[in-house]
Structures are given as C-alpha cells and as structure tokens.
C-alpha cells in the first residue's frame, strides 16, 4: 500500500479543451471521493463512490465535469471545455466504508492551469 | 447549512511561541472533527481527530484541540511552536453516520520566525 496516488501532478492545458485526471485509492478502501481547492481556501466536496457506484455530486460539478470508477478501484475526473476558472488543485481521497468517519487519506493532487 | 469556519486567515509566531487556531462549525446532529495539516509541497495529513469521549484530544507533533460542544467549537493548540510547524492548517468536520461526507474550513497559514 503506497497511499493515495493521483496523476499527473500538474497539468496545463488551453481553454477549451478537455483533460482527465486519475486517481488510484489505498486497494482496501471502497470509498473514493475528489475536492478541489483554489488558492487560499479550504478543499470543496465534488462527488464521490463507492465501489463503482458515484452516490453524491455537489453542485460545483456541472455538467462539464464527469467522474467515474468503472470498476471500483481506480477513478477518473474529465472536465470538458475548460474554462479559467477551473484552474485549481483536484485532490482525491479515500477511506473504508464504516471507518470513514476515521478521515480521509489524500492524494498529493493534481494541479491544474487553464491559460 | 454545514460549514467550519475558521476566523484566521494567517497567524505569524516565533519559535517558542504558543499557538491556538480557532475553529467554530455549523453541523446539526453528532459530529466528528479533525484537524489537517498541508505542510508545503505536500498532501494533506490527518493530525488529529475526535469522535466521542474525553473532548481534549491529542495528535502528532504535541498538538491537541479541544471540542467545545456548547461553543461549536474545536480549537487547535501547540504549547510551543517550531519552525518546522510553518503549514497551512484546516478544521474540518463530518456526520456521525458513514455516508457523511467532510467539509473544511477555508484554512489558517501559520508562518514561524526562526
């Protein structure tokens, strides 16, 4: 077990094109989740899975943003049409279901810059 | 509406110094509450984390926070700060049931002047 593992660590990419973002969780947990941060504020719940199954989505996620965990191990997060405002750190996160309540284990994200 | 927040946006220390960060929350029912730590160029890290029971709480490094029920808070205090505490910290709390997902505060950077 090496931790939370994400890919890549940065990205830069134009406006308008799209990007996709992994996520590789401790094997045991079950539980899988993505923020994002913005300089100087604390990370945001977007969505999160368990198992393969996607069980909440914040409003922040809109409809250019799209996650998946097809088979309930590694996720990925695309964003289409990227637009400046989604430059920030996505951060991914994971835990076991019953022991989530024990906190999370993070990733050391993925920086995005839209230009 | 859940939230933590978290009243100082950046606390500069010197060595040797005491350190309290405040941490106030809104969350109906019974909750958990942790403290993070994001040390620079690094992931966030769990520093410590309280659940039930003896509300002060200690972590790593000789941190510890005490959960105020009737205060809604759960402040975060060292005795004696060092150089190597520069990070940015963050409160953050969640639901009692497992599919309580957790909220953060905005955070607090700490500088310390050697």
């Known amino acids: 077990d090496t931790g939370v593992s994400q890919n890549p660590r940065h990205k830069i990419t134009k406006r308008g094109q799209n990007v996709t973002f992994r996520c590789d969780p401790i094997?045991?947990?079950?539980?899988l989740y993505w923020y994002r941060q913005t300089l100087g504020q604390g990370p945001e719940f977007l969505t999160y899975f368990q198992n393969e199954a996607q069980l909440e989505k914040s409003r922040l996620l809109s409809d250019r943003f799209s996650a998946e965990r097809p088979k309930g191990s590694f996720s990925t997060l695309e964003i289409q049409r990227t637009e400046q405002g989604d430059s920030a750190m996505y951060l991914c996160?994971?835990?076991?279901?019953?022991?989530?309540?024990?906190?999370?284990?993070f990733g050391s994200g993925t920086r995005l810059t839209v230009v | 509406a859940q939230s933590v927040s978290q009243h100082n946006h950046h606390v500069i220390l010197s060595e040797a110094a005491s350190l309290e960060l405040g941490c106030n929350y809104s969350y109906g029912g019974t909750v958990n509450l942790f403290w993070y730590v994001q040390y620079p160029g690094q992931h966030l890290q769990l520093l410590l984390k309280y659940f039930s029971g003896d509300p002060l709480v200690k972590g790593i490094k000789g941190f510890e926070a005490e959960f105020i029920k009737s205060k809604f808070s759960f402040n975060l205090r060292k005795p004696s700060v060092q150089w190597s505490d520069t990070a940015e910290y963050f409160c953050a709390v969640t639901g009692y049931s497992s599919a309580s997902k957790i909220i953060f505060g905005s955070g607090t950077r700490l500088s310390i002047r050697p």
């Open positions: 996160a994971s835990s076991f279901e019953g022991r989530t309540n024990y906190g999370y284990t």
């Open positions: 094997s045991e947990h079950n539980r």
